[in-house]
């Protein structure tokens, strides 16, 4: 049980500036268990959410330190310095303090058509996928996604364009396209092709990839459809 | 009604879950107005935790298996207290529903002739559990989100429901608020299902979601419903201790199966101090016996970490009230003094633990390999909750409907793992279907204005009081350390007694309760609300756990110890009365002759 307890400074943006408090935590306490310290001692007004606790849900998204992250994976500890600006994710529409409005994440989330279209409904639980197929293998990888909205704060793209996709959702819809079981959908590749909203968009910065908490490669998720839909022509 | 927003539909589903999402998906399905109310964001809930599978009796793995078997299965396992009709429809409906997930685009893993794969589980006669890796909630939810979502049903995500109202004896809708603006909200509605989970919330050391605070059990209490073998919650003997954010997340028992040993803050193996007479000639009395005993020789007798989860847990609790714990009120789980016996220990236990190593790395930066854990008893799942009609679900409140978690039947004393995502689907779809049958056959109740105004009123409490009122953190806190210490894995009338009588003192303290701030996203005002709920849960399950005078099942008494027949012929049943709460005995109705000569043959 090596270490002791340290106290640090968290910086969190609530309305239009940033309000500081001191707290101590013991070695090995979270940015989840920090926000909860002020919460329960020193403000209770102070607004953030959180679920599940063990980065299951991906309700607790934050920007750390200028980076998207959830509150309940990152430990203090690990950032280096004694200090930490918390603020809530960008993107999305503050409601208060560290909770944004998650709307703009689902309508596009919704909007890349994430419900799954059977070829044979009876048939689908049947249908052999072997885990060493190509999509047994692809979907190991990048079905993991906890809808946090992390990529969606990390996007450089969608700082200037609202109405782009984003990486969940355009992984969401690879894992669908890919699915043998399913019947595609020209609707679905229509929203993937846009070239406002659509995977064209992404300028490859890999940002979603590296602040996935689920480490879901999501460059290579839109790399992907775009390969595909490059090679039909665009359709 | 000024400043309160009205919703109307024929169908109302509080809860997203899997049984919420199923019932709602189930009910806009058949062409009923539906509309779906979730405390957190949609997809957030519990479910997403669940890792172990989903039991259904698909015969893929082992072709011995069939509905008769998993039927048999959990009667054993929930000691013959189950709705019986609970269980032989769950039995028989499971492999449907995890067929019609894959339908819906799950992905369970396979078997490689692309099969289901089921895996073994504890009190499972079969490999029964489809499953995807150790994430099986998670696909679960995605699926049915997905599924729901172009269904037309209305989600109402981040409300709190404060009350179900009432035209006279049945349902009329909910009374709540939108966490978000703090707006106050009729939902109007000719049937409700209630579908919002447990109650770990009530205790300090859980594993379940800090959603989790009894709500739904206490809606439907205070709407007149009977609530069912609230004494029944199951612990598990080590959870994570530390830090506080993670307390409570299971760890599972492959870390004592593979030789991880208990020890107290002394360093001292207090399991070879309490071995029961019972298991003598099966238990080693020596670190060398145990160790051989885990390295597969079958001459070898077991270490007594692996004695039964009751006892295990009894000695962890006995160390810490005795001031020998770990520094966070735990005790030590070390597997990495392995080393002793292996060249390199390090790399067996990350490949015999990889998720155990992750989970501790990740979240509470403890590498297993070299350090101990802190662990102690959690509180894991309550089998107890709404008492329901078992074909319906409706409950004893006419369109009032319950499934998941917050209904009771299903699992009698103690539930499978596993059992639990397919109660999720299995009853969920039937919640739906049935509460769309009524909704159907029934007007819409009249919405009664002074029960409004009143919880209006009673919610608006905390915020005029503001920051001189009680703080209900401290509240809540005091009530999970009491549940805690008093109501937990093991129970004794007079700590019992005492239990109930602190619920006592903080139901008047939460009634001056007090918060700072507005209505706009106010986690403290949430904490205030939620009190009501955690209290009444909390007292009902000290209640009835001091009636029933015997361990059965998930509960175990100090103060007695064994099983009784006498006991095993009744459930108990909670209500309110006046304005107190009352719990008696209600004989469990006769199983027919099918169900038991199949239990007869299965023994």
Request: aromatic share 6%; glycine share 12%.
């Amino acid at each position: 049980m090596a270490g002791e307890s340290q106290t640090y400074e968290i910086r969190v943006q609530r309305g239009g500036g940033a309000v500081s408090y001191s707290v101590v935590l013991a070695p090995r306490m979270t940015v989840l268990d920090a926000l909860f310290i002020v919460q329960r001692t020193i403000d209770s007004t102070l607004a953030f959410r959180c679920a599940c606790r063990v980065g299951m849900c991906g309700t607790c998204a934050v920007r750390i330190n200028g980076r998207p992250g959830l509150a309940c994976r990152t430990r203090p500890s690990e950032l280096g310095r004694p200090a930490m600006d918390v603020a809530p994710l960008a993107h999305l529409p503050v409601i208060r303090d560290l909770v944004v409005s998650m709307e703009p994440f689902f309508a596009q989330w919704k909007r890349a058509r994430p419900r799954f279209r059977p070829k044979q409904p009876e048939a689908a639980a049947t249908a052999a996928i072997p885990p060493d197929s190509e999509f047994g293998l692809l979907a190991a990888g990048k079905r993991d996604c906890i809808t946090c909205g992390v990529c969606f704060a990390a996007c450089g793209v969608r700082t200037t364009s609202g109405e782009y996709l984003g990486p969940a959702a355009v992984n969401r819809a690879l894992l669908r396209i890919a699915d043998p079981r399913e019947s595609g959908g020209p609707e679905r590749l229509a929203v993937l092709n846009e070239e406002r909203g659509g995977v064209w968009r992404c300028h490859t910065t890999f940002d979603c990839t590296e602040m996935c908490p689920k480490g879901i490669d999501l460059t290579d998720s839109i790399a992907r459809l775009k390969r595909g839909l490059a090679a039909r022509g665009r359709l | 009604m000024p400043d309160v927003k009205t919703y109307s539909y024929d169908v109302l589903v509080i809860g997203a879950g899997g049984a919420g999402l199923r019932a709602a998906i189930e009910a806009a399905n058949s062409g009923v107005r539906t509309g779906v109310i979730c405390k957190s964001l949609l997809g957030k809930a519990h479910t997403v935790m669940a890792e172990g599978g989903m039991a259904a009796a698909m015969a893929n793995v082992d072709d011995r298996d069939n509905w008769r078997v998993h039927f048999s299965d959990t009667m054993r396992g929930g000691q013959y207290l189950n709705n019986w009709r609970m269980a032989e429809l769950h039995a028989r409906e499971a492999p449907d529903r995890a067929r019609e997930l894959e339908a819906w685009g799950a992905l369970f893993d396979r078997t490689s002739d692309g099969r289901i794969l089921q895996r073994n589980f504890g009190g499972h006669r079969y490999p029964r559990l489809a499953h995807v890796g150790d994430r099986t909630g998670l696909e679960m939810i995605r699926t049915l989100q997905d599924h729901g979502i172009h269904q037309g049903m209305d989600v109402h995500m981040e409300c709190t429901v404060l009350s179900i109202l009432m035209d006279g004896g049945r349902v009329a809708g909910a009374f709540g608020y939108e966490r978000n603006n703090g707006e106050f909200v009729i939902w109007k509605a000719k049937a409700i299902v209630m579908a919002t989970g447990g109650v770990g919330r009530a205790f300090k050391i859980t594993s379940n979601s800090w959603e989790y605070s009894g709500d739904g059990q206490s809606l439907a209490y205070r709407a007149g419903a009977d609530l069912m073998d609230m004494e029944f919650v199951q612990f598990h003997p080590t959870g994570m201790v530390w830090p506080p954010s993670v307390r409570g997340i299971l760890v599972t028992e492959g870390v004592r199966g593979e030789g991880g040993i208990l020890k107290n803050k002394d360093g001292h193996r207090f399991m070879f101090d309490d071995i029961p007479d019972l298991y003598k000639n099966q238990t080693s009395d020596s670190e060398e016996e145990g160790w051989r005993y885990v390295q597969g020789d079958k001459s070898a007798r077991r270490p007594p970490e692996l004695l039964t989860r009751d006892h295990v847990a009894r000695c962890i609790n006995r160390e810490v009230k005795a001031g020998r714990g770990s520094p966070h009120g735990g005790v030590f789980l070390d597997i990495a003094w392995i080393k002793k016996y292996i060249p390199k220990a390090e790399d067996h236990i990350r490949k015999k633990l990889p998720s155990m190593y992750h989970q501790f790395k990740e979240l509470a930066g403890i590498d297993i390999t070299r350090e101990p854990m802190e662990v102690g008893p959690t509180t894991h799942y309550i089998m107890g909750g709404i008492r329901v009609d078992g074909d319906s679900q409706m409950s004893t409140v006419p369109g009032l409907f319950a499934a998941g978690e917050v209904a009771a039947g299903l699992h009698g004393a103690n539930r499978l793992g596993g059992n639990s995502l397919s109660d999720l689907l299995v009853f969920g779809k039937r919640a739906g279907e049935y509460a769309a049958e009524f909704a159907r056959k029934n007007g819409q109740g009249a919405v009664d204005n002074g029960q409004v105004e009143a919880e209006r009123a009673r919610a608006l409490a905390p915020l005029e009081r503001g920051a001189s009122g009680e703080n209900p953190y401290a509240i809540q806190y005091e009530l999970q350390e009491k549940m805690q210490e008093l109501v937990g894995i093991v129970r004794v009338e007079s700590e019992m007694k005492e239990a109930i009588e602190v619920v006592g003192r903080l139901k008047e303290r939460a009634e001056r309760a007090g918060v700072a701030g507005s209505r706009i996203y106010n986690g403290g005002w949430h904490a205030a609300m939620d009190l009501r709920n955690l209290l009444t849960v909390s007292e009902a399950i000290a209640r009835c756990a001091v009636l029933r005078q015997e361990s059965r099942g998930a509960q175990f008494r100090e103060d007695f110890q064994s099983k009784d027949p006498e006991w095993a012929k009744y459930n108990l049943i909670t209500r309110q009365d006046g304005g107190g709460m009352t719990v008696e005995k209600r004989p469990i109705p006769p199983m027919p002759d099918e169900l038991k000569q199949i239990i007869e043959e299965m023994k």
